[in-house]
């Protein structure tokens, strides 16, 4: 168990709706990181939050948003969904500069019918 | 941008025969390289990794090697168990932040 915790583990949802995913980090960590992971694609970084603040984005697409609240959960929303968003999504959290592991949760299954 | 790549795709081997993943990257100035084991239906588990001022580093049956030079780093796991069944990821961190770049993962199936 890395620690990290996410939620809901499966979503099933139709096209053009919005979800919103959930993450808690490791305690003590800062950073969250979320990450997409499609056959076709690999696991792409999407977008890091430190300490409540966007830090760097990657992949992700304008309809996908992320923010990281003060008890520094973090939520990833996606909208306006399509089918090819059918995916994992995985966050992981990191502690403060110069700690560069990453330790991943669970992931949710998101399916998009 | 960072790019990397992982070899082979899948890899079979005899259970307590070692098997070898290789991966190479393309930013001379990436500084960190974690390997990551996929169990079906789980996240990725870090099992171990290398900063750039290391050449090699070992933790029991699994060791990582890193070729500055060369631009590539591999996994080595040496007395292998059919628990160690999975696919395996390397990555980079790109220099400019601190998210990873991934391989495109390796099957690795351990034959009892």
């Known amino acids: 168990d890395s620690g990290v915790t996410q939620t809901p583990k499966h979503l099933i949802t139709a096209t053009g709706q919005r979800v919103t995913l959930r993450c808690s980090p490791r305690?003590?960590?800062?950073?969250v990181y979320w990450y997409q992971q499609s056959l076709d694609q690999g696991l792409q970084f999407l977008i890091q939050y430190y300490n409540g603040e966007e830090r760097a984005k990657g992949n992700i697409l304008e309809r996908f948003s992320a923010q990281q609240f003060p008890d520094l959960h973090s939520e990833l929303n996606l909208s306006s969904l399509e089918l090819g968003d059918s995916a994992l999504y995985f966050c992981?959290?990191?502690?403060?500069?110069?700690?560069?592991?990453?330790?991943f949760g669970p992931g949710t299954r998101l399916t998009v019918t | 941008g960072e790019n990397v790549e992982q070899h082979p795709s899948t890899l079979s081997v005899q259970e307590g025969d070692s098997a070898v993943i290789k991966c190479t990257y393309s930013?001379?100035?990436?500084?960190?390289f974690p390997w990551y084991k996929q169990e079906l239906g789980k996240g990725p588990q870090l099992i171990i990794d290398i900063r750039s001022n290391v050449g090699e580093k070992k933790d029991q049956r699994i060791a990582v090697t890193l070729n500055k030079t060369a631009k590539h780093f591999s996994l080595h796991i040496t007395e292998t168990q059919p628990e160690d069944s999975a696919v395996y990821f390397c990555a980079a961190k790109a220099h400019y932040g601190q998210n990873f770049v991934f391989g495109p993962g390796t099957r690795l199936s351990v034959l009892p």
């Open positions: 930013d001379s100035a990436s500084n960190y």
């Open positions: 305690s003590g960590d800062l950073s």
């Open positions: 992981a959290s990191s502690g403060g500069t110069g700690s560069y592991e990453q330790y």
